[in-house]
């Protein structure tokens, strides 16, 4: 039996699905569910594929919300087909709240690493920009080198010597 199933739902041969096609039922960002799975307390259970992939059965966010029922997203929608339950006390304008909020966290955390890379292209760019002007100052120094034995040699005094 999968984790995290009950003895009913194994009977149903539950379906699969991944973190992208639940975070799609669900209204949140596939960084939510992942976040979900790593909770310290009641984290929602996974199914390892044999190539890997983590997979999710409706039974499980069923346990996961009975769970966690003060988690915001957890509770938007339902297995397809099933009519959606929200929480009693969930305004109608909360998931979508909670969906801004979540969108707004993967929205700041992707800034944060375009910023992050900006400033490090920036520090390359400059130590670049300095290691160009001191090789341009070396060259200068051997254009004035070559053009003060150029005219010493072309130098009258040194022609008729």
């Known amino acids: 039996m999968l984790e995290g199933m009950t003895e009913d739902a194994g009977r149903d041969r539950p379906e699969l699905v991944t973190a992208s096609e639940l975070a799609r039922e669900l209204g949140v ?3 939510t569910v992942s976040n979900w799975t790593k909770r310290e307390h009641n984290p929602l259970k996974t199914v390892l594929a044999a190539d890997g992939t983590k997979l999710f059965t409706w039974t499980q966010l069923e346990e ?3 769970s966690n029922p003060g988690l915001r ?3 938007r929608s339902v297995h397809p087909g099933r009519q959606e339950r929200a929480l009693p006390s ?3 304008d909360r998931p979508q709240v909670a969906e801004l909020k979540s969108i707004a966290r993967d929205l700041r955390n992707a800034t944060n690493a375009s910023v992050q890379a900006a400033l490090e292209a920036a520090r390359l760019a400059e130590e670049t920009a300095r290691s160009h002007r001191v ?3 070396h060259f200068a120094q051997l254009m004035a080198a070559y053009d003060a034995a150029l005219s010493n040699i072309t130098a009258s005094s040194s022609i008729n010597d």
């Open 135 to 137: 090789q341009l100052e």
């Open 73 to 75: 997203g957890a509770h």
């Open 90 to 92: 969930q305004a109608a």
């Open 64 to 66: 996961f919300r009975r």
């Open 29 to 31: 960002a596939p960084s």
